[in-house]
């Protein structure tokens, strides 16, 4: 052995020996420890600190800027915002009128696009759809979802209506 190594062993062994003797001797017994917290309870109740402390955390809560802030927003989130800004109705460029003869005309607004796995799900005015899925608007079934547009099939008359997707 080295003696760089007796080194290193000596100092483990007395690191050790320090540690036994600091856990097994020296360390005041667990009755003893919790008489200590107990007294210390006793003290401060007894003196007023507990009643001082807990007055001086309520003053500095009391004038925190922030819980302020967080009251008004908690306050502002449950009222009626009336028009929100992030509604779908808003989004007016981009649509596909669809008029072919009906008396009403429809508008179909391609406005998302969410692939998970092999799954695709395209948000049309609003709403979201699958492959299959018929719309809410008229008689319409989606065929194909790409992230670039949308193929629209009108059961009643057989025609494939492609709706461009929309980017803000």
């Known amino acids: 052995m080295t003696k760089r190594e007796k080194i290193i062993v000596a100092v483990m062994i007395l690191t050790v020996i320090y540690g036994a003797y600091n856990f097994f001797i020296a360390s005041p017994s667990k009755d003893a420890k919790q008489n200590v917290v107990v007294a210390d309870i006793k003290s401060n109740v007894e003196s007023g600190k507990r009643n001082k402390l807990i007055k001086d ?8 800027e922030t819980v302020k802030v ?16 992030f509604a779908s109705s808003r989004i007016v460029a981009g649509t ?3 008029a ?3 008396e009403k005309e ?6 998302g696009y969410l692939e998970i796995g092999k799954k695709k799900i395209a948000v049309i005015n609003g709403v979201d759809y ?3 899925d018929e719309l809410e608007v008229g008689d319409f079934r989606v065929v194909r979802i790409y992230p670039s547009k949308v193929l629209l099939v009108d059961a009643r008359k057989g025609k494939t209506i ?6 803000e």
Do not use: C
Request: glycine fraction near 6%.
């Open 162 to 167: 492609t709706v461009p997707f929309i980017e």
């Open 96 to 98: 596909v009128a669809v």
């Open 70 to 85: 967080r009251k008004y927003v908690a306050k502002r989130a449950e009222e009626d915002w009336g028009d929100d800004p």
């Open 100 to 102: 072919a003869g009906a």
């Open 130 to 132: 699958q492959r299959g």
């Open 106 to 111: 429809l508008r179909f607004t391609y406005s």
């Open 57 to 64: 955390i309520s003053s500095v809560v009391k004038e925190n």
